[in-house]
């Protein structure tokens, strides 16, 4: 499947001319999913044996990034939705997999809970029962999509085995479920990132996704290379993005009384030429790990766990000179900068946050495992 001429197409005539609205009236992009899932792009990573694009992680964050040049919520619902996939696959549910190749489902990740909160790895929300149907209790303080969605992967402690966590495919609608207040962020602001309470949702044990207890080995091992890969692509699309919307205000802004363009100043041209530089140092990180991964190399997981981190840095980073560079016109809305500026902070505190991705590439470099039992 050629992807690449749908999503250019997608991208011009609906995410870009939609971006500054979506963020403007926090409202989800539903068009642009619409029009995604019309081009084929929600089943891009499904497998091609059960419909989908059979694309893999380099693929995956080609179509990140780029959404992410027009709209960063947009890029942020697609980067959950192939996180979530990625479970799927996994845990080879080809019921659903076969819904989402006909880009009628779109589906998320439910980790993150109100008493865990950032440590998605230590569950506090319960699975019982004994028979054929188990009662999900969960609060979740972060749901992507929450309602948009059709299916969320959903984190609990086990249901019998040991372990810190099971995973959970719990479709929307499902009674029990209570979906909580409008997201009203500071960022990508179209997300529609709010809390899910789970009270005695009932699904039945087919629910359960790979083997009870093992849900965080599935977890680190099948979904998080995905989410911080794409994660990064979505910092490197912002990065390109507000240096172009930089470069293009430095260059057709004057000083009248000088008679000279904004680009003229040296100050300024360093600042951009800072900005270029750390975008494309993180987008050959990406690549380095894409090709290390691809390869089997032996720093491939080290390099996983960094490029989130590298990432969430220098998107703050290069916004923040965005911001410097552009003065107060970059202050107003209609620049779009002051945009990129909110949205380029949400990365850093998406779990794993930027301090747990530095504490877990400290403990691989030491030989450390990345968690311990006080984490769990
Ligand atoms: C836009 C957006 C969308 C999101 N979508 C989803 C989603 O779809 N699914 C989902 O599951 N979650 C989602 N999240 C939640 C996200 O993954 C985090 O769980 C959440 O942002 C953590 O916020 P908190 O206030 O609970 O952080 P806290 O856990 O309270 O952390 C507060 C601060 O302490 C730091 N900290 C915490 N523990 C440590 C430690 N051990 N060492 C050093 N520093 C530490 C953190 O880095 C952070 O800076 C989303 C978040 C955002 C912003």
Redesign the pocket.
């Known amino acids: 499947m050629t992807y690449q001429d749908p999503l250019e197409r997608v991208v011009k005539e609906v995410v870009l001319p939609a971006a500054e609205s979506v963020d403007r009236s926090a409202t989800f992009p539903r068009e642009a999913v619409n029009a995604l899932a019309g081009a084929g792009l929600l089943a891009l990573t499904v497998p091609s044996g059960y419909g989908g694009g059979g694309a893999g992680l380099p693929a995956a964050t080609d179509v990140v990034q780029q959404l992410s040049t027009a709209c960063g919520s947009t890029a942020?619902v697609v980067m959950?939705h192939y996180s979530a996939v990625a479970a799927l696959v996994a845990a080879d549910r080809e019921d659903v997999l076969r819904e989402i190749a006909t880009g009628r489902h779109l589906s998320?990740?439910?980790?993150?809970e109100t008493g865990s909160?950032?440590?998605?790895w230590a569950p506090l929300g319960t699975a019982t029962g004994d028979g054929t149907e188990i009662r999900l209790n969960s609060r979740?303080?972060?749901?992507?999509s929450a309602s948009h969605a059709d299916s969320y992967i959903w984190s609990s402690r086990p249901l019998a085995a040991p372990g810190p966590m099971t995973l959970w495919l719990v479709r929307t609608g499902t009674p029990g479920l209570s979906i909580g207040p409008e997201f009203d962020?500071l960022g990508?602001r179209g997300?529609d990132?709010r809390p899910v309470t789970g009270t005695d949702v009932e699904v039945p044990r087919t629910a359960l996704l790979g083997v009870d207890g093992a849900g965080l080995d599935l977890a680190l091992s099948a979904v998080l290379p995905w989410f911080l890969l794409l994660n990064a692509a979505a910092s490197i699309g912002l990065m390109r993005a507000v240096t172009g919307e930089t470069a293009e205000h430095l260059t057709r802004t004057r000083l009248r009384h000088l008679d000279r363009s904004l680009a003229q100043l040296p100050d300024s041209r360093a600042q951009l030429a800072r900005m270029r530089i750390e975008t494309d140092r993180t987008a050959a990180l990406l690549d380095r790990t894409l090709a290390a991964l691809q390869k089997g190399h032996d720093d491939a997981q080290l390099l996983v766990l960094e490029v989130k981190a590298a990432a969430d840095g220098s998107a703050a980073e290069v916004a923040d000179l965005a911001m410097t560079a552009c003065g107060g016109a970059a202050f107003r809305r209609e620049l779009g900068i002051e945009r990129r500026f909110r949205d380029s902070r949400?990365a850093r505190?998406?779990?794993p946050?930027?301090?747990?991705l530095l504490?877990f590439v400290g403990r691989a470099l030491c030989g450390l495992p990345l968690l311990d039992g006080a984490?769990g």
């Open positions: 942020m959950m998320t990740l439910a980790f993150s909160r950032s440590h998605f979740k303080s972060w749901v992507t962020g990508l997300n990132s949400a505190v998406m779990a946050t930027t301090p747990a504490d984490d």
